[in-house]
T-cell receptor, first 111, second 114 residues
Framework: GQQLNQSPQSMFIQEGEDVSMNCTSSSIFNTWLWYKQDPGEGPVLLIALYKAGELTSNGRLTAQFGITRKDSFLNISASIPSDVGIYFCAGRSGSARQLTFGSGTQLTVLP | DAGVTQSPTHLIKTRGQQVTLRCSPKSGHDTVSWYQQALGQGPQFIFQYYEEEERQRGNFPDRFSGHQFPNYSSELNVNALLLGDSALYLC?????????????FGPGTRLTVL
């Protein structure tokens, strides 16, 4: 099935650093979502974006819906140990209710 | 307010067997979607149920089937299991109506096929 191109695959950062990850698609999406998944758990929704160019924050997290509607990025500022996990982007196109997911970014925060 | 629940947590089957996974949606939700997540990959959409009917389907064979009950809970059935069916199966619930009703995921069922 189709998947989004998410990068980087993994990141090792020091506590307190900022981190950025992004997602690109060959198709246009009208909704972009960012989820975080911890081991043994299902994905948890972090941020939802509905308009091209939209910039949305949730605490230390900021995400943007690309103006071409084919990309999105997620920034995490001042990382802390509990930020460790796998971050997934997901897109939804047209009237479809199904989500298309990226392959994930594994984030490790070093003390 | 209970979130999405799934059972069982883990399951081990052998090739050729059949399996049934269960999902109860978040309170107030009427739509259930099922996803398969292979190790190291993002979830892949299997199908979505609303009003007890399959409404959308991803690229999965007919061995994967489902059902939704009047109380909105759902089952995922997989027949003739293959080794490649080993994965985390995620259920997500949402509201059918409205643009901004996003999907909430359960913890998943880990299926191992030997």
């Amino acid at each position: 099935g189709q998947q989004l191109n998410q990068s980087p695959q993994s990141m090792f950062i020091q506590e307190g650093e900022d981190v950025s990850m992004n997602c690109t698609s060959s198709s246009i999406f009208n909704t972009w979502l960012w989820y975080k998944q911890d081991p043994g758990e299902g994905p948890v929704l972090l941020i939802a974006l509905y308009k091209a160019g939209e910039l949305t924050s949730n605490g230390r997290l900021t995400a943007q819906f690309g103006i071409t509607r084919k990309d999105s990025f997620l920034n995490i500022s001042a990382s802390i140990p509990s930020d460790v996990g796998i971050y997934f982007c997901a897109g939804r196109s047209g009237s479809a209710r199904q989500l298309t997911f990226g392959s994930g970014t594994q984030l490790t925060v070093l003390p | 307010d209970a979130g999405v629940t799934q059972s069982p947590t883990h399951l081990i089957k052998t090739r050729g067997q059949q399996v049934t996974l269960r999902c109860s949606p978040k309170s107030g939700h009427d739509t259930v979607s099922w996803y398969q997540q292979a190790l190291g990959q993002g979830p892949q959409f299997i199908f979505q149920y609303y009003e007890e009917e399959e409404r959308q389907r991803g690229n999965f064979p007919d061995r994967f089937s489902g059902h939704q009950f009047p109380n909105y809970s759902s089952e995922l059935n997989v027949n003739a299991l293959l080794l490649g069916d080993s994965a985390l199966y995620l259920c997500a619930s949402s509201l059918k109506q409205g643009v901004y009703n996003e999907q909430f995921f359960g913890p998943g069922t880990r299926l191992t096929v030997l």
